[in-house]
């Protein structure tokens, strides 16, 4: 039988001239209306409203100064005192907003006795952050990232005491080069980024380099366990693309990633290493696209002056255009775990498909270190594709935004340690288009013959034609002439063939190689946030202030 929590404060108070009874526990504050107060209102059911001690951004200490006498307002200092309590209010499509609600305590020393008690149980919330590096960049997006800061996230900031070095952008990976070589990360309690995904990348990379380099982590070695990062990270959205944050707490509102700051919440994230050549690439930790996606990125590149628009055009002459690239792709299943590509369950604020998963790699990294085996030696279940795909895909998160609600992988989960690796292989436009707006409806992504998916750990892509100059002189000289003639159309694509080679769209960033390796690593950083919360906690929830 579970003990009832102990309870550190009970009090009589009045909210808005009501009388509630008013109780504190380590983990909850309650207050309830009085069955005989208000006169006025006889049939009006008795109300209780409660919130948790975690989700309390802050408490202030207040004078009632005004007082009604002989018809007239005067400006008398009353005896009695109040105090105000800023909380979390839920509201609709998983936003927050910092609502309050304001005590009024028949006696000063009671009012001070509430207002300490309460500090005192912010201040043992360990998870907290204090100190914060922010970074903002003012280019990003609709340049709105600074307005959005100063208005809507900075005095949120205020009220919960945390302090912030603020750092505004002034040239592209700024931020990355600024965590990789002068942030001072032990005063902080955590890096916050304002802007989109590509300022949420610079971040990532610049706290991972870090971190590995401190650690004496080698990250040009595709097989080498990399540190895992103890500085959370917070998104504050401002960007033209914010889909990290949609994905991990459901809406794009700068107000409610600022409340997730302050509350001190954690959701661990999987970031993918990419590898070329033993030499490392980039990080991802949402999407990684070849084919379609990648097209689209290097054309849109070329329409920067459109603003977002360039999308739109871009994916309309890609999908039009319809290339298709041979290779062959390698992967390591993801066996003996939780979870299937097509699940009808959902990833969400603590997963336990994510906890379970993460404590078997766990155990199995343990096996292997025992073994003196790396995972890719010790396991032979690699597999391979060859053909002709339109895209290939691996989505390491649902990839879900406002316009695509369910994502390209609607049951990826975050923190589990594998990535969803999709396939379309060649087909019809009709066909393709079906499967493009599978994206915005409720129909199974991938119940469609040319579409496949798996849940993997680590993959590999080699396309068909050769990368390396020495391949390329090689053929050359055999004299073969189909080669020949396919490298002056690649060369000179005007001439209406298929280009051989398309671009890795990483996260929104164009690689500079075909031919990669990529490794899932289970939990590597953290964020701000809790996850996507139940449709449920938004319900049923009325207003505590409105009482």
């Known amino acids: 039988m579970e003990r009832p929590a102990r309870l550190l404060l009970s009090s009589e108070l009045r909210v808005r001239n009501v009388g509630h009874e008013v109780s504190l526990c380590r983990s909850v504050l309650t207050w309830k209306r009085q069955a005989s107060s208000p006169v006025y209102h006889p049939f009006r059911p008795s109300v209780c409203r409660s919130v948790c001690v975690s989700e309390i951004i802050s408490v202030r200490e207040e004078e009632l100064e005004s007082s009604k006498e002989d018809g007239s307002w005067k400006k008398i200092r009353d005896c009695r005192r109040s105090f105000t309590v800023l ?27 509430w ?25 990003g997006g609709k340049r709105q990232a600074k307005r959005v800061y100063q208005q809507k996230v900075a005095p949120l900031f205020a009220l919960a005491d945390i302090s912030a070095q603020v750092i505004v952008t002034e040239y592209a990976n700024h931020a990355r080069d600024h ?16 802007g989109g995904d590509g300022m949420f990348s610079e971040v990532v990379h610049g706290l991972i380099w870090r971190t590995q380099k401190d650690g004496g982590v080698d990250v040009d070695r595709p097989d080498q366990t990399l540190v895992g990062c103890s500085l959370r990270i917070g998104i504050i959205p401002a960007g033209s693309t914010d889909c990290i944050c949609f994905a991990t707490v459901g809406t794009n509102d700068p107000v409610t990633s600022a409340l997730h700051i302050i509350v001190g919440d954690s959701q661990p994230m999987d970031v993918c290493s990419v590898h070329h050549n033993n030499a490392f690439l980039r990080y991802s930790v949402s999407l990684l696209g070849y ?14 002056w459109m603003g977002p628009a360039r999308y739109d055009l871009a994916g309309l002459k890609m999908f039009l255009t319809h290339h298709y690239y041979e290779g062959t792709v390698s992967y390591l299943p993801a066996s003996g775990i939780m979870g299937e590509p097509r699940d009808a369950s959902r990833c969400r604020s603590g997963c336990s498909v994510c906890r379970d998963n993460r404590k078997l790699l766990s155990e199995r ?25 339109l895209a290939i895909n691996a989505a390491s998160m649902s990839c879900a935004c406002p316009r695509s609600p369910k994502g390209l992988s609607p049951a990826a989960h975050l923190a589990d340690g594998t990535t969803d690796l999709i396939l379309v292989r060649k087909c019809s436009r009709f066909n393709f288009l079906r499967h493009l707006l ?16 798996h849940r993997v750990r680590r993959f590999r892509f080699t396309p068909r034609h ?26 000179h694509p005007a001439c209406g063939c298929s280009p051989a080679f398309s671009n890795w769209n990483c996260d929104g960033e164009i690689l ?23 449709p449920a906690m938004f319900d049923d929830l009325t207003p505590a202030s409105s009482m």
Not at 291 to 304: P, Q
Not at 438 to 453: A, G, I, N, P
Not at 512 to 533: M, N, P, S, W, Y
Request: aromatic share 8%.
């Open 87 to 113: 909380y979390v209010e839920r509201g609709r499509q998983h936003r927050w907003r910092c609502a309050e609600v304001t005590f009024t305590c028949p006696e000063v020393a009671l009012c001070h006795r």
């Open 115 to 139: 207002v300490g008690v309460i500090r005192e149980q912010l201040a043992a919330i360990a998870s907290r952050p204090k100190q914060l590096l922010v970074y903002i960049n003012p280019y």
């Open 179 to 194: 965590l990789r070589k002068e942030a001072e990360l032990q005063k902080f309690d955590g890096v916050v980024c304002v």
């Open 291 to 304: 084919g379609f996606y990648g097209d689209v990125l290097t054309d849109s590149e070329r329409k920067r």
């Open 365 to 389: 990294a343990e096996m292997y270190e025992t073994d003196q085996l790396s995972e890719s030696e010790s396991d032979s279940g690699w597999r391979t594709i060859r053909g002709k795909f």
């Open 438 to 453: 599978r994206h915005t409806s409720k129909d199974d992504q991938f119940d469609l013959s040319f579409v496949e998916v």
């Open 466 to 491: 050769c990368q390396s100059d020495s391949d390329l002189e090689l053929d050359l000289l055999g004299n073969n002439k189909h080669q020949i003639f396919s490298q002056i159309c690649r060369d």
């Open 512 to 534: 500079t190689h075909t031919a990669i390796d990529v490794r899932v690593h289970c939990q590597l950083i953290k964020l701000f946030a809790r996850g996507i919360e139940e």
